[in-house]
């Protein structure tokens, strides 16, 4: 059976982070979500690998009515997961809406500068003040580590109005 694993924040990089459902701020906050899709949609943590291991006669959920028996042997495994890629879509988290690397254009009025902060799948990559920091910043823009913090504030200031960015591509290293 396959089972379900929380990673952490440091386990997630750019590339990866499309396969991941749900982001949340802590590993407590993770499991209260999954408690309450499980109790919604009658999954078994159990067999999920999220409760104590499989004893006879099914999960104690299974005993309260909380979970559907497929621990028991009550349900199919397959119809379990099926609700559980159904319970798990609903956490799926904002996609990238970009090609690829975006810079978030900052107007710095008081030194008359611009800097562009460079963000790629809600990664940020750093900022810019001039054509050559921007190219190294894309040149080592290998893997980008995700950050719940910078996913959820580029998140909210990428759906203001009047905010200027500007589309970036990363190099091509290919021989």
């Not at 906050?29 to 006669?57: I, S």
């Not at 030194?111 to 920091?133: F, K, N, P, Q, S």
């Amino acid at each position: 059976m396959k089972r379900l694993r929380l990673a952490q924040s440091h386990e997630i990089g750019g590339d990866t982070l499309d396969c991941v459902y749900g982001l949340f701020r802590s590993r407590r906050d993770a499991l209260h979500a999954l408690r309450g899709l499980a109790d919604e949609y009658g999954l078994c943590l159990q067999t999920l690998g999220f409760d104590a291991p499989f004893r006879p006669g099914g999960c104690w959920r299974f005993q309260i009515g909380r979970c559907r028996g497929v621990c028991a042997g009550r349900e199919n495994v397959h119809v379990h997961h099926g609700r559980l890629a159904e319970a798990l879509a609903r956490l799926k988290g904002v996609e990238w809406p970009h090609r690829g690397p975006l810079g978030i254009v900052e107007r710095d009025p008081a030194r008359e500068a611009d800097e562009i902060h460079v963000v790629d799948r809600w990664c940020y990559l750093g900022a810019a003040t001039c054509d050559a920091e921007l190219a190294e910043i894309l040149e080592n823009a290998r893997t980008p580590r995700f950050d719940y913090d910078h996913y959820k504030i580029f998140a909210r200031h990428l759906g203001r109005k009047g905010v200027r960015t500007v589309p970036l591509s990363i190099p091509c290293t290919a021989n």
